[in-house]
């Protein structure tokens, strides 16, 4: 009888020591090199609640902008409108950003010292909108001796619903 010969193969062992030789390199030095990006977000608070008529002040501004359909109501929480800023003619559903920003500017004029606004927009009012608006009321170009510069105007924004409109 002849005898029949088996060939005997031991299991392959799988060599990953310079595998994580190469990861324990690499991770730290792409990690220390990774560039960490900073979005740019802006800090917003919601209205104070009202606390009644003994709290307000002669010369206290309270700024409003109230967003609508057709124009920008301006005005004092106190004092009521300073002006309504309808939409322009070019695009009747755009609101007026620059005579906005005009009129915030001679708000600011006249209060310097004061950094609060509220705006207050409909629940469909577009973002860009509300961002437009936004921007016209924190910053603007403001005059420092001879030269024009861009400036804070009224930097501390809080959002909240507009008040239905009384028509």
Do not use: C, W
């Not at 088996?6 to 220390?32: D, Q, Y």
């Not at 104070?48 to 124009?71: T, Y």
């Not at 939409?87 to 209060?111: E, S």
């Amino acid at each position: 009888m002849a005898r029949i010969r088996r060939l005997r193969k031991t299991p392959a062992h799988l060599e990953i020591t310079a595998f994580i030789n190469l990861i324990v390199v690499l991770v730290p030095f792409l990690l220390s090199t990774a560039v960490f990006t900073r979005l740019a977000v802006i800090d917003l608070s919601l209205p104070a609640p009202s606390s009644g008529v003994a709290q307000l002040k002669v010369n206290d501004l309270q700024l409003e902008v109230v967003i609508r359909p057709d124009a920008l109501e301006v005005g004092d929480r106190v004092g009521g409108l300073i002006e309504r800023i309808p939409n322009t003619a070019a695009a009747p559903t755009a609101p007026d950003v620059a005579a906005l920003a005009r009129l915030v500017q001679q708000i600011k004029a006249k209060f310097p010292d004061k950094a609060e606004a509220t705006v207050l927009a409909q629940p469909d009012t577009p973002y860009n909108t509300l961002v437009q608006v936004m921007d016209a009321v924190r910053a603007g170009h403001v005059v420092q001796g001879a030269s024009v510069v861009r400036g804070e105007l009224f930097p501390n924004i809080s959002i909240g619903d507009a008040p239905i409109a009384n028509r």
